[in-house]
C-alpha cells in the first residue's frame, strides 16, 4: 500500500510539474485493456503520453530504470488505442518523469525517453 501512495503522490506532483511548464493534463490514469499510461498531456500541437516513476530511495536504482522493454511496450500499446480512440492525427511524443523523494527533492523530465 505504501508504495502505491508514493506512486499516486509521484504523479500528481508530475501533473503539477507539467502544468506549470505549459502542458494540460487531458488524462490521468488512462487504462485499456490490461495496461495504463500515468499521464496524457498536451504540448503546443503534440499529444505526450508520460510515465511517472516515484522512488524513496536508489536501492532499486533510479526510477526511471524501472522503465523497462516491457513497461515500453505496453505503454506504446495504450497509446495506439489512445491515438484511434480520438482520432488523433498530429504528433506524439513519449516522456518519463522521474522523482526522487529525498532531501532535496529530485523531478528529472526525459523528453522523447522512447519510441
Known amino acids: 500500500m505504501l508504495n502505491k501512495k508514493i506512486g499516486e503522490w509521484g504523479e500528481r506532483l508530475a501533473a503539477e510539474f507539467l502544468i506549470e511548464k505549459g502542458y494540460e493534463i487531458i488524462e490521468k490514469n488512462y487504462r485499456f485493456s490490461h495496461g495504463e499510461i500515468d499521464l496524457i498531456a498536451m504540448k503546443g500541437e503534440l499529444l505526450v503520453f508520460v510515465e511517472v516513476k516515484t522512488r524513496s530511495g536508489l536501492y532499486f536504482g ?27 492525427h498530429g504528433g506524439v511524443r513519449y516522456d518519463v518523469i522521474a522523482i526522487l523523494n529525498k532531501k532535496p527533492l529530485e523531478i528529472r523530465h526525459f523528453e522523447d525517453a522512447f519510441h
Open 62 to 88: 533510479y526510477p526511471e530504470d524501472a522503465v523497462n522493454t516491457n513497461k515500453i511496450e505496453t505503454i506504446g500499446k495504450v497509446a495506439e488505442e489512445y491515438i484511434y480512440a480520438i482520432n488523433w
